[in-house]
């Protein structure tokens, strides 16, 4: 996967070829993103054209004042990268939202960054906007397009007759109920980090240190089950989380049967735990 870094200077500095383009922040890169991922990367096949996303960073809370500023990510900016590259995204296009760019209008948009990327063909779902004040929607990019690319909406994607979106997954994480999070996210709760120490307490129970991006946007306080990945081994444990802010994980295991040598692990959240189920689990 091609990475391209964009910002009002950067624009010009690199090859275009004709594309389909998907459009959006896509934070978490949930099932509604993935259908219309989907869509874009069935397209780009059947038109012959390449597969690539535009995506924003940071998130438009940061610069322009919103009811809530989004400075925590369900996937930071290095795992969206790693999922578009899984879902063969073969060019990302990773654009730097700061006052200066949210300024730009719908149709400056359309001009330099759609028709200027040689897109032939957009994909966004059916609440995308864009342009100063957010103004650009679905049917005005068809009316922005003048006949220069064509454009796929994606129909609302909905589990229980509510939409699949980043904010919903946020409520869930804030209320602990990550069991529930597959069912939007396709896939429990993950957070990747580095091993940074593990300690002994008693000859039965390791305590592993995890330190992670601090740009996570974490579940509530507390313990949860949870299961430690490592290349293809897996260990159960209990997980805390000591506070949404934190960047240092404590994983409590039984002493487990492998060396702990991996620098690299994948943290799945499965379950709130509490108190007491840790209490047992150390006893
Ligand atoms: C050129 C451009 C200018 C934007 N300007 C604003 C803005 O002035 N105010 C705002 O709230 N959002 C602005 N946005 C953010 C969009 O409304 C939207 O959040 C963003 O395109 C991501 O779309 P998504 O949230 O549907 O994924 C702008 C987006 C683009 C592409
Ligand atoms: N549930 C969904 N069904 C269809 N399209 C969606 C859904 N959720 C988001 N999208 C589309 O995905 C792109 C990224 O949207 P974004 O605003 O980042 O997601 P969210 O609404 O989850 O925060 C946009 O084009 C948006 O319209």
Redesign the pocket.
């Known amino acids: 996967m091609e990475i391209y870094h964009l910002n009002e200077k950067t624009m010009n500095l690199h090859n275009v070829t004709s594309c389909v383009l998907?459009?959006?922040?896509?934070?978490?890169v949930?099932?509604?993103?993935r259908?219309?991922l989907e869509t874009a990367k069935r397209m780009a096949t059947e038109k012959n054209l390449t597969f690539s996303v535009m995506?924003f960073f940071p998130h438009p809370s940061q610069c322009i004042p919103h009811a809530q500023t989004i400075d925590k990510y369900i996937t930071p900016l290095p795992m969206k990268i790693e999922i578009f590259k899984r879902l063969g995204v073969e060019k990302l296009y990773i654009v730097q939202f700061n006052l200066q760019f949210s300024r730009i209008t719908h149709t400056q948009f359309v001009e330099r960054y759609i028709v200027g990327l040689a897109c032939a063909h957009v994909?966004?779902?059916?609440?995308?906007t864009y342009g100063f004040k957010g103004k650009g929607n679905?049917k005005q990019l068809e009316q922005d397009s003048d006949g220069r690319f064509s454009v796929t909406t994606?129909?609302?994607?909905?589990h229980h007759h509510h939409?699949?979106?980043?904010?919903?997954?946020r409520h869930l994480l804030q209320s602990g109920d990550v069991q529930t999070i597959p069912n939007y996210l396709a896939a429990y709760y993950s957070v990747r980090g580095k091993l940074c120490y593990h300690y002994r307490p008693d000859a039965s129970e390791f305590v592993l240190c995890i330190q992670i991006d601090p740009t996570y946007f974490l579940p509530k306080t507390g313990l949860y089950h949870a299961a430690l990945v490592m290349d293809s081994d897996e260990l159960s444990g209990l997980l805390e989380v000591s506070n949404p802010s934190t960047s240092t994980l404590k994983f409590f295991v039984k002493k487990p049967q492998l060396a702990l040598t991996y620098e690299e692990v994948t943290i799945h959240f499965l379950s709130y735990a509490d108190d007491i189920a840790f209490e047992q689990a150390a006893t």
């Open positions: 998907a459009l959006g922040f896509f934070d978490g949930h099932k509604g993103h259908r219309l995506t994909v966004a779902g059916f609440d995308f679905m994606v129909e609302k994607y909905e939409k699949i979106s980043s904010t919903a997954i």
